[in-house]
C-alpha cells in the first residue's frame, strides 16, 4: 500500500479550511506552458478548473462550464465635487493598477440634498477582458489580498443570485502599483466578477477552484 505524502492535506482538514467541494486530481498537476506565454491564471482555468467544473457537475457539453466573462473595478468618490484633485489621483492609481485607461463615471440623476447634479464626475471604473482581466486576477489573489491586514479571507456570500460576485476593498494600498506619496486620501474600490454561471453555486466553485480565499463559512 502506497504511503500518504507527507503534508498533503486530508478531506476533513479541507472541509475545515473551507473547502465545500470535492478535491480533483487535476488541480495538483503543473501547468503545461503554451508557445505564447498566456496568463497563468488562464492556463489553471483550461488545464485544471474547467475540467473539475466539467466532471464535479456533470455538464453534458463542455459550453456549459461556468468562465469568466468580465471583471469591473469601480472607484466612487463623493469628495470629489469639492475637491476634483481626488479624482485625478484615483484615476492615475486604477489605470496603474489596471494597465487601462479608466473611464470616469457621472452622477445619474441629481441629487439636492447632496448638492449633486447630473452629469457630475463622481468617480471612474475600468473593465477588464481577456489577458488583461485574467492577470489582474492573479496579482489580486496572489499579491494585493495577502497584504490586507488581519487578512482572514472574502465573504462567501457576496452573490447577486446569478454567479456574480462583488468584493470591496477598503485602501487601495493594498496593490503595490499604488503610491501612497500621490495620495491626498487614499480611496477604496469595488471588484465585481461577472461569470457566466447560472446561479451562486456554480459561480462560488468556480471562483474557489480559481484560489479566492473564501472565509469558511
Known sequence: MAKAQRGAPTQKKKKEAGFPYKFHQLQTEPLQRGPEDRPRMLLKYEQHVRPWLLKEFGYKNPFQVPKIEKVVLN???????????????????????????????????????????????????????GPRMWEFLDRLLNVALPRTRDFR??????????????????ELLIFPEVDIEKLDKVPGMNICVH??????????????????????A
Do not use: H, W
Not at 153 to 170: E, H, M, P, Q, W
Open 153 to 170: 479571507g472574502v465573504s462567501r456570500k457576496a452573490f447577486d443570485g446569478r454567479g456574480n460576485y462583488t468584493l470591496g476593498i477598503r
Open 75 to 129: 472607484i466612487g468618490l463623493g469628495e470629489a465635487l469639492k475637491t476634483p484633485k481626488l479624482l485625478e489621483q484615483a484615476f492615475e492609481s486604477l489605470g496603474n493598477i489596471t494597465g487601462q485607461r479608466p473611464v470616469v463615471t457621472r452622477a445619474r440623476k441629481s441629487i439636492a440634498g447632496f448638492k449633486l447634479r447630473e452629469g457630475m464626475k463622481i468617480g471612474c471604473m475600468v473593465t477588464l477582458r
Open 195 to 216: 461569470t457566466s454561471a447560472k446561479n451562486d453555486e456554480e459561480g462560488r466553485a468556480l471562483l474557489d477552484q480559481l484560489g479566492v480565499p473564501f472565509r469558511a
